[in-house]
């Protein structure tokens, strides 16, 4: 059974860094892509970065140049960097994983950014 379980829950002051990591478990074949979306209160959940097995990656406008996603496929593991982090980045973070053609998510982890 595949499971993800993800890590870096925090609360950061405006300006600040966090860095998310994701381990996926139960995994016998490559994962096609893994990610992150996020869900801020009130709001429907959103993409904010993904990132292949080759290493192609996208990510949301809102995020771009201040998120940084990466893998480590032999870990099955990605990590999201965040900087600069805005009031408006606060939310539930979840990570997420396309294997064998089936979508799977961590319960999630919040990320909080205020002074």
């Known amino acids: 059974q595949v499971q993800l379980v993800e890590s870096g829950v925090g609360l950061v002051q405006p300006g600040g860094s966090l860095r998310l990591s994701c381990a996926a478990s139960g995994i016998t074949r490559s994962i096609y892509a893994m990610g992150w979306y996020r869900q801020a209160p009130g709001k429907q959940r959103e993409l904010v970065a993904l990132i292949t097995s080759a290493g192609s990656t996208n990510y949301a406008a809102s995020v771009k140049g201040r998120f940084t996603i990466s893998n480590d496929n032999a870990k099955s593991t990605v990590y999201l960097q965040m900087n600069t982090l805005k009031p408006e980045d606060t939310a539930v973070y979840y990570c997420?994983?396309?294997?064998?053609?089936?979508?799977?998510w961590g319960q999630g982890t919040q990320v909080t950014v205020s002074s």
């Open positions: 997420t994983a396309n294997y064998i053609f089936q979508n799977y």
